[in-house]
Structure formats: structure tokens, C-alpha cells
């Protein structure tokens, strides 16, 4: 599927980025988007690879529609879309306002769908297509005064197992990507929660985002996640999903094995 046409959102910083950059450096026609972004070309090589900047918010329809009928106007054609956008709100459970629950699930889970909905018509049409949603660990473990966060990757998860049978019969894959932590602008976009100190849970709660912040810097780069998004993409028989760096394989896999008790006071020795 070389030279093919991908559509990043999110791929200004971190994860994005890195997949944008390491797609253009194998030949294919990237196309990246940001909430500010201008539409732009951005990096060409001799490969015949580029990026394009597209402007895109994934929780608006219109500007996701425009998005898309950018790059089939371009193009005619998108190949791989990889659904990356996302963000992170911390705070309590109890803390936390329907509205605040919200704008985390309208990013990470509803952006999700509206762009695999945007993108599938043309997909079906060309009989053959790959989409990539970045899920996380926090997709199958459960995180401590991340709850929303959680909710929003067991969702992706849920999403794209359903969608990867209704969709293979027309020639389209999908596939998750599980990154652990991962040292990117994630951790300085962390929103808390406006009630994030209240006096039950805030002595528990700075001390659960300081390991999270200390984890994510001392994580995996940006590069390794785009690698494993990009053997994706040009794989013939892409997986379901793909957990990324050996420790985290390993959480997974014995997550399968032991009790959920046991699972439970790990969880709650390192965040709560």
C-alpha cells in the first residue's frame, strides 16, 4: 500500500506526528490535521512522500466533513485513516461534571466514529481500506481518577471490534493500537477537572497524576508508537490490536490469568 493516501488526525505533536513523519519517509501521501492548522504542505522527499496540514476538529461535523472532502477532492482516495486525537481529563469520579465527562467521550470516542463514518464511503468504493484507532492500556486496565479517560478507550476498543466485522467484507481493516506511557505533549494537555481538590480525594489524586506524569516522561517515544502503526497499516493480515512494549504485553497477557481482585490491588498500590 505504499504511496497510498493517509489521513492522521491529531498529528501535529507526539503520536501523530511521528506516525505523519515516518508514513512520508516510506513514500505515502500523508495528510495531517490540527484543530489550528493551516492547509499546507508541509514536508516532501524524494521517496515522493509529503504531508499536508489540514485544519480539523474532531467534534465538529462540518469541520470534519470538510476534512475528508479536502482529501477525496485532492486525492480521490484515502487508504488509512489513523483516528490519534485525544486527551486526557484527571479528577475523581465523583468530582467529575456530566459536561466535563462529555468533552472527553465528544474527542476520544465520538471523534473516533465521526471519522470512520466520513471515511467509509470512499473506502467501500475503492474495496479496500485501513483504520488505525489509537486505543491505550487504559483501554482493558481500568485507571484511577482517569475514569472518563478509561470509559473513552474501553469504548474505542468496544467500537472498533464491532466495526472490524461489519466493515471486513468490503476489504477495510481495523485495527487498535495500545500504547503504554508514552513521553509526549499528552502529559502537559492532562485537563483536571474543575473540582479536581476537593478535600476527599485531593491528598490521593495529586499523588495518582504525579506517578502518571513521572510514568509518561520516563515512556515510550513517540517513534516506537508511530513504528507499530505503520506495520499495521502495510500488514496483509492486520491484527485486532497491538499492545506496544514488552511490559505492557506482558500486563495484558497476565490480566488474562489472574483474579480481577488480584488485578485490583495492583491497580490500587500504584494510583489510589
Keep these: 500500500m505504499k504511496k497510498s493516501v493517509v489521513l492522521i488526525t491529531g498529528a501535529t505533536s507526539g503520536i501523530g506526528k511521528a506516525a505523519a513523519e515516518l508514513f512520508c519517509e516510506k513514500g505515502y501521501t500523508v495528510y495531517g490535521t490540527g484543530r489550528k492548522a493551516e492547509c499546507e504542505k508541509i514536508k ?11 485544519p480539523l476538529d474532531v467534534t465538529d461535523d462540518i469541520s470534519a466533513e470538510k476534512c475528508v472532502e479536502e482529501v477525496l ?4 482516495r484515502i487508504d488509512i485513516l489513523v483516528n490519534n486525537a485525544g486527551f486526557g481529563i484527571a479528577g475523581a469520579a465523583e468530582d467529575t461534571s456530566v459536561e466535563e465527562m ?3 467521550l465528544e474527542v476520544n470516542l465520538f471523534g473516533v466514529h465521526r471519522m470512520c463514518r466520513l471515511v467509509l464511503p470512499a473506502m467501500r468504493e475503492q474495496g479496500k481500506g485501513r483504520i488505525i484507532n489509537i486505543s491505550s492500556v487504559a483501554g482493558y486496565l481500568a485507571i484511577p481518577y482517569q ?7 474501553y469504548g474505542v ?11 471486513r467484507r468490503f476489504g477495510i481493516g481495523v485495527t487498535l493500537i495500545q500504547p503504554g506511557d508514552t513521553k509526549t505533549g499528552f502529559t502537559s494537555g492532562r485537563v483536571t477537572v474543575k473540582n479536581g ?7 490521593k489524586f495529586t499523588r495518582s497524576v504525579k506517578r502518571m506524569e513521572r ?7 513517540p517513534e516506537h508508537i508511530a513504528r507499530a502503526i505503520v506495520r499495521a497499516a502495510e500488514s496483509k493480515n492486520p491484527p485486532v490490536s497491538k499492545t506496544v512494549g514488552l511490559q505492557y504485553k506482558l500486563i495484558k497477557f497476565a490480566l488474562r490469568l489472574i483474579p480481577e481482585r488480584l488485578a485490583s490491588f495492583a491497580v490500587r498500590k500504584l494510583y489510589a
Excluded: M, P, T, W
Aim: avoid cysteine; charged fraction near 35%; aromatic fraction near 8%.
Design 44 to 54: 516532501e522527499n524524494a521517496n515522493g512522500g509529503s504531508i499536508r496540514l489540514v
Design 73 to 76: 477532492k485532492r486525492e480521490g
Design 102 to 104: 462529555r468533552s472527553q
Design 147 to 153: 475514569a472518563f479517560y478509561s470509559v473513552s478507550k
Design 157 to 167: 476498543e468496544g467500537y472498533s471490534r464491532a466495526l472490524r466485522e461489519e466493515v
Design 197 to 203: 481538590k476537593s478535600d476527599a480525594y485531593e491528598k
Design 215 to 221: 510514568d509518561e516522561q520516563n515512556g515510550s517515544s
